[in-house]
């Protein structure tokens, strides 16, 4: 069972367009976090969203998080060639006293020039 | 400042071998994850060690294990080796463990070891 799932799993747009990728679970998560990885590379952290229904803006990235910390949204305007790569959703989930940091099924955007 | 350093870059093992990784976290950080990559798919949980104690299990087998050291480097050991064991290992610092602030969940990634096994 996958806990976070994301869409869509590959997306391959044209430079100058618009995309939205989603991170939804049916589990609350405390806190998500957006990373992207880059083939034969760890994955580099993009932001944290904490609180149900903040948006945040990183260039021509921005971030949701959904009101009742379920879901997760990245919206890319005018794509660059330059942000292509895996986007992976990431969160802790605490079950039973336990904890374990959660990958999202991942998405891999290419961007052509 | 020096990042999360992870050693060796790339290892090959026969099935069977015992195989040790290592990582060193950001200066300052005393939580360290570590990850398995495999192709295609995003980073499985393995272990979290804060200030030198298991905080957190991901669903693997007895033959992984890792251990933190007083520095708060650390050690992932992996027995037995299977096929299946190929992957990208990941390992991650950050300031607290999983159970701390909820903002400092952010994991900050080496650039991983490269474990083939033949």
């Known amino acids: 069972t996958q806990l976070l799932e994301q869409s869509p799993q590959f997306l391959s747009i044209q430079e100058g367009e618009n995309l939205t990728v989603y991170c939804n679970s049916s589990?609350?998560?405390?806190?998500l976090q957006w990373y992207r990885q880059e083939p034969g590379e760890g994955p580099v952290l993009l932001v944290t969203?904490?609180?149900?229904?903040e948006v945040k803006k990183l260039k021509r990235l921005t971030f949701q998080f959904g009101d009742a910390r379920k879901d997760s949204s990245l919206h890319i305007t005018a794509a660059q060639p330059g942000d292509t790569g895996l986007y992976l959703c990431?969160?802790?989930?605490?079950?039973?006293?336990?904890?374990?940091?959660?990958f999202g099924t991942g998405t891999r955007l290419k961007v052509l020039a | 400042d020096a990042g999360v350093t992870q050693s060796p870059t790339h290892l090959i093992k026969t099935r069977g071998q015992h195989v040790t990784l290592r990582c060193s976290p950001i200066s300052g950080h005393k939580s360290v994850s570590w990850y398995q990559q495999v192709l295609g798919q995003g980073p499985q949980f393995i272990f979290q060690y804060y200030e030198k104690e298991e905080r957190g299990r991901g669903n693997f087998p007895d033959r992984f294990s890792a251990r933190q050291f007083p520095n708060y480097s650390s050690e992932l050991n992996v027995n037995a080796l299977l096929l299946g064991d190929s992957a990208l290992y990941l390992c991650?610092?950050?300031?607290?463990?999983?159970?701390?602030?909820?903002?400092?969940?952010?994991?900050?990634f080496g650039p991983g070891t490269r474990l083939t096994v033949l």
């Open positions: 991650a610092s950050s300031l607290y463990g999983l159970a701390g602030v909820r903002a400092y969940n952010e994991q900050f």
């Open positions: 969203v904490v609180t149900g229904g």
């Open positions: 990431a969160g802790v989930l605490a079950t039973s006293g336990t904890y374990k940091y959660i």
């Open positions: 589990s609350v998560f405390s806190s």
